[in-house]
């Protein structure tokens, strides 16, 4: 399995934009679905979004439908999570994990370190 290393999280007041970024070592990356999570301080870890092996069926939670768009790039091993319109609610450590192929929401895999978002009014 790859090894995955979150990072692009930040301090942004509300109503701004981060992009979220998922670099994967090895040579599997392309084989897996992957997706997003965040865990909110006192709050269970939550699926976000996530995406297939070739980037063409994407799945999000409602709270982020129509403003968090994720992406891949195959050829660089790494993922990503574009964060627009972002609200107090965002706030919260975001991880990158691969997604069991039976359910686009369910993660499998070790967790990383994560990247803090915060978002400020």
């Known amino acids: 399995q790859a090894q995955l290393v979150e990072s692009g999280g930040g301090l942004v007041q509300a109503g701004g934009s981060l992009r979220l970024s998922c670099a994967a070592s090895g040579r599997t990356f392309s084989g897996f679905n992957m997706g997003w999570f965040r865990q909110a301080p006192g709050k269970e870890r939550e699926f976000v979004a996530s995406i297939n092996q070739i980037g063409s069926v994407r799945k999000y939670a409602d709270s982020v439908k129509g403003r968090f768009t994720i992406s891949r790039d195959n050829a660089r091993n790494t993922m990503y999570l574009q964060m627009n319109s972002l609200k107090r609610e965002d706030t919260a450590l975001y991880y990158c994990?691969?997604?069991?192929?039976?359910?686009?929401?369910?993660?499998?895999?070790?967790w990383g370190q994560g990247t803090q978002v915060t978002v400020s009014s």
């Open positions: 994990n691969t997604i069991r192929a039976s359910d686009l929401r369910s993660p499998f895999g070790s």
